[in-house]
């Protein structure tokens, strides 16, 4: 009881160790997966306090009030609606016990708010996730995916608000070029419909759901 009491006012109880895909089954985390829809962990940092479990659509923050209660919270971040950013790794000095990786979850403005002076994302959540520093190694593979991750979701988002200003101009020309007699229900309805399938394929192409592909290029665990 005294030492666990000792390990928090430490704050040794809050180093994170990595755990090997063998032992995904045996964490809280694992209960939460949709695994009936295709998602798989593929990164897993569990310390006394909290699990961080990132899957290939989400990342799954167990988290716990302290050490020593057993209550916990689930709180899931899809990738597509919180973009990563601010993706850095705190190597260990020399009488440090742990290395820390950091990183942002941002909040996805709606198309509707898109605008050329608007980012990618507001808000959000921040984390701090301290890992022991003899997992330094592992550590950089979950960096390099996070990264990776930042890179194509500000692509995508430069790439997507480019379209939404294309589709703007294109309706003010449509605007701009209506002739007389012509039937303004139906113009509206070819506007409506361009729009929807505009925003549709738009989504479909620059939105990414699912980053199987850059975990199985980074992670090596």
Do not use: W
Not at 37 to 61: P, V
Not at 160 to 189: H, P
Request: hydrophobic fraction near 35%; proline fraction near 1%.
């Amino acid at each position: 009881m005294f030492k666990k009491m000792a390990s928090e006012a430490l704050g040794l109880s809050d180093i994170g160790k990595i755990i090997p895909p063998s032992d995904y089954n045996k964490v809280e985390a694992d209960d939460y997966i949709l695994h009936e829809d295709g998602e798989k962990i593929f990164f897993l940092i569990k310390s006394k306090q909290d699990e961080y479990c990132f899957t290939n659509r989400a990342l799954i923050h167990v988290d716990g009030t302290s050490a020593m209660s057993k209550k916990r919270t689930l709180k899931r971040y899809e990738y597509y609606k919180y973009p990563v950013s601010s993706v850095l790794l705190e190597t260990a000095g020399t009488i440090d016990l742990d290395v820390e990786i950091k990183f942002k979850l941002g909040v996805r403005n709606s198309a509707s708010s898109i605008s050329k002076t608007s980012s990618a994302a507001s808000g959000g959540v921040s984390f701090s996730i301290d890992v022991d520093k003899n997992q330094l190694e592992q550590l950089k593979d979950l960096y390099k995916a996070l990264y990776a991750m930042s890179m194509i979701e500000s692509s995508n988002y430069s790439d997507y608000n480019g379209a939404y200003d294309t589709l703007n101009k294109a309706i003010q020309v449509m605007a701009n070029n209506r002739s007389e007699g012509v039937n303004q229900a139906e113009e509206l309805e070819k506007v409506t419909n361009y729009i929807s399938k505009f925003l549709g394929d738009a989504k479909q192409k620059y939105v990414k759901k699912d980053y199987s592909d850059v975990f199985l290029k980074y992670i090596n665990n």
